[in-house]
């Protein structure tokens, strides 16, 4: 028999890990707050669905990816979110960035009704989600994780149970403070590195070779370079996670004056309105630091 898959958000990374569930044998109902994003799915035999608890309802597994807390709030707690339509026994995989806060509100609320919720966020872009590449940093129940082990695989080479919830959502601001933070780097050496003439493919490659050598510095150097700044993952999407994990920290009396500083870039950044663009687009603040502010 086949397992029904509801899957929310099918937006940049929500699309082409929906379309590898499909690809994996999964039947599909979806939902998209536009719509017009549905219309793949359609086309391919999945379910559209008018709202979160349509969708939810008859699915053995519900994935969302949607934007942060107050989407997830939304999604999931309102009258016609997933907890209150979710049959018992569903397992809820919420891979989109939030608060452990958010995740824990979440995970309490599902198991009052006797529905198993998983914090699962992702490390990797859009690239990672279109190649089956994504690491699943997952909180919630082992029986749950277990039980959505064939959907990680069908969406990623990599996942890990954390902890209990609100771990997998720590962990994935720990890391996206860690990216927000190399990203500024990047960006203050670029500026400098560019400035004093050197050849762009020749810092990629001699910085891919240090001790900074990483998938940011071979993927977001040309795009400073080339002033190619289309979202692989949008600037106002990394001040948010970096705005989250400032957050976590003062609860936890954890000084952060690292991300502190890297945050108050990426605010100015946003407020520059650079926000829709890459994250990488940070290098275009810098740049444009001695003109101006940037414009969409």
């Given amino acids: 028999m086949t397992t029904t898959i509801a899957f929310l958000g099918l937006g940049a990374m929500g699309a082409p890990m929906a379309a590898n569930l499909a690809d994996a044998g999964f039947a599909l109902r979806v939902w998209n707050r536009g719509p017009a994003r549905a219309e793949p799915f359609a086309a391919r035999g999945a379910t559209v669905c008018g709202s979160p608890a349509e969708a939810a309802r008859g699915a053995a597994f519900v994935v969302s990816m949607v934007a942060d807390d107050d989407a997830v709030r939304a999604v999931m707690l309102a009258p016609d979110g997933v907890v209150a339509a979710a049959a018992p026994g569903t397992v809820l995989v919420d891979c989109s960035t939030v608060t452990p806060a958010m995740a824990r509100e979440t995970s309490a609320a599902a198991a009052a009704r006797g529905v198993r919720h998983l914090d699962a966020p992702v490390s990797g872009s859009i690239a990672q989600a279109r190649g089956r590449e994504l690491v699943f940093m997952v909180g919630g129940p082992e029986a749950a994780f277990d039980a959505a082990r ?135 603040y810098y740049a444009d630091a001695r003109t101006g502010p940037a414009s969409d």
Avoid: C, H, W
């Fill in 150 to 284: 064939p959907l990680f695989d069908a969406m990623g080479r990599m996942a890990r149970r954390m902890g209990d919830s609100g771990a997998g959502a720590t962990i994935k601001l720990v890391n996206n403070m860690l990216s927000g933070t190399m990203n500024a780097a990047l960006a203050e050496a670029m500026s400098v590195a560019l400035a004093a003439g050197l050849d762009a493919e020749a810092v990629r490659e001699i910085l891919g070779e240090g001790a900074a050598g990483s998938r940011l510095v071979r993927t977001k150097i040309p795009k400073m370079a080339a002033g190619d700044f289309a979202p692989q993952f949008q600037l106002a999407l990394m001040d948010k996670d970096l705005r989250y994990f400032l957050g976590l920290a003062q609860e936890l009396d954890r000084p952060v004056p690292v991300a502190s500083l890297v945050r108050s870039q990426l605010q100015a950044a946003r407020r520059a309105g650079l926000g829709a663009q890459d994250v990488s687009a940070i290098y275009r």
